[in-house]
């Protein structure tokens, strides 16, 4: 899943908007196959996202009140 395991390159700070929420991250850039990501703790706790094991996919809901 991981190829080689290596990080091939790391990206600077990128402003993205995840369900309304606005954040800074920045990547680091593996080979993976066709739409995967590793998703690390630090955004796991911050967006603590709904997911589902069986149909694979990650739903991260508007925590903005």
């Not at 606005?22 to 997911?51: E, H, Y």
């Not at 149909?55 to 009140?65: A, C, G, H």
Request: glycine residues 4%.
């Amino acid at each position: 899943m991981y190829k080689n395991g290596i990080i091939h390159f790391k990206t600077g700070p990128i402003k993205i908007e995840i369900e309304g929420q606005k954040v800074v991250v920045s990547f680091n850039v593996l080979l993976l196959d066709k739409n995967k990501a590793v998703l690390k703790i630090p955004f796991l706790q911050k967006f603590n996202p709904k997911i589902n094991w069986i149909t694979e996919t990650v739903e991260i809901k508007n925590t903005q009140s």
